[in-house]
């Protein structure tokens, strides 16, 4: 084990045997078991083996997080009624929306679940994780007890983040309008730009989000 920086402290393998399984912490890519300890401001908490961060706690991180589910809940509502993007060509044009593009199939009853995977993974998982996050942080934030099903809703969420395709879709949609740009003229409409700050705040939120700090404020 190499010697830890000033601002990453020392995480020994524990002894399982005598050590209270509640004060224990594994690395959710290694799987590595160590003795949690609370670092100091600013400072991490990395597994010796792999390096992933284990625990970075942040000041006033909660009160961001809840500010960016909030945007989140905002931007997506909003761009899943605004024009995404419009197509000219041939003298004709088209525009649509997030919502014409998760429903394209729903006319046919054979890609129904197509249909309904296609909103829910660009429109419904994001916004459903987004108000769980509120759910459980808002009375932590403001010194409250936990709401009730707190654990139960933060356990939700984590399992629904791979599953939160909305900054996907946007890539990807970027990566199509792209390709296609030579055969017609395309201009991006408002619920493009809202994907793309979608993009920059989801990666803003990982940042924030120190998992072990939000599970020890909902254990006591």
């Known amino acids: 084990m190499t010697a830890p920086s000033p601002t990453e402290p020392d995480l020994s393998a524990p002894d399982l045997s005598a050590q209270d399984l509640s004060e224990l912490i594994a690395c959710p890519q290694c799987d590595a078991v160590y003795r949690a300890v609370q670092p100091a401001p600013r400072a991490r908490a990395v597994c010796a083996r792999c390096h992933t961060v284990l625990i ?20 997506i509502c909003a761009a899943t009624l605004t024009p995404f993007l419009e197509v000219e060509a041939g003298g004709m044009s088209n525009a649509t929306s997030v ?22 993974l660009i429109v419904f998982v994001p916004v459903l994780r987004a108000l769980l996050i509120l759910y459980v942080l808002t009375p932590i934030v403001f010194d409250r007890p936990p709401a009730r099903h707190a654990r139960a809703a933060f356990r939700l969420s984590e399992t629904l983040r791979p599953w939160s395709m909305a900054e996907v879709f946007a890539i990807g949609c970027a990566v199509a309008l792209v390709k296609i740009s030579d055969l017609a003229h395309v201009a991006f409409g408002p619920a493009f730009w809202m994907f793309s700050a979608l993009v920059i705040l989801i990666v803003v939120q990982d940042t ?4 072990y ?8």
């Open 208 to 211: 924030f989000m120190c998992r």
């Open 56 to 75: 970075a706690p942040q000041r006033q991180a909660g009160q961001r997080l809840i500010a960016v589910a909030l945007t989140v809940v905002v931007l």
């Open 213 to 220: 700090s939000v599970w020890r404020s909902l254990d006591r």
């Open 99 to 120: 919502l014409d593009a998760a429903l394209a199939f729903a006319g046919r009853p054979l890609l129904l679940v197509l249909t309904l995977a296609v909103a829910a």
